[in-house]
């Protein structure tokens, strides 16, 4: 990953390991990476082994993929269309249709992601506990 992106790997969080305790012994590099770098949020499908109680004294607090997603759609609605068009985009060993692509996202746990994109696709008002409620065509994008 450094060859791609210069200085995105971190160093020195190694001696905080041994420090942590998580139901999984193996998931304390993630923890001690998150503390080192003062992370928010730890981005998992794996949320029973950040237990909230462990996290809160750190401020830091775990998030489903799909939650994460729903809370940078609350953030900027339109960036993250236009990451997802590009992503999808992206794909191509193989490339994906809009459907395939949504499919995929749905088979990965991505429901309410999901929702929210179909609902932007059809350009209905999305619920505020997805986005802002703003229908779809105010962003300009009309297609994934």
Request: net charge positive; hydrophobic share 40%; glycine share 4%.
């Amino acid at each position: 990953m450094d060859a791609r992106f210069k200085n995105s790997l971190t160093k020195g969080y190694e001696p905080l390991i041994p420090t942590l305790e998580l139901p999984d012994l193996k998931d304390r590099h993630v923890l001690a990476v998150a503390v080192h770098v003062k992370a928010k949020y730890i981005v998992t499908f794996n949320l029973d082994d950040f237990p909230q109680d462990v996290l809160q004294p750190y401020g830091i607090e775990a998030l489903s993929p799909d939650e994460f997603v729903g809370r940078l759609i609350q953030i900027d609605p339109k960036r993250i269309i236009q990451a997802v068009k590009n992503h999808r985009l992206s794909l191509t060993r193989p490339s994906k249709t809009v459907d395939a692509y949504l499919a995929t996202l749905e088979k990965r746990g991505l429901f309410k992601t999901v929702v929210f994109l179909r609902r932007y696709l059809a350009g209905t008002p999305v619920p505020v506990a997805c986005s802002t409620g703003v229908p779809a065509k105010f962003y300009g994008i009309t297609t994934l």
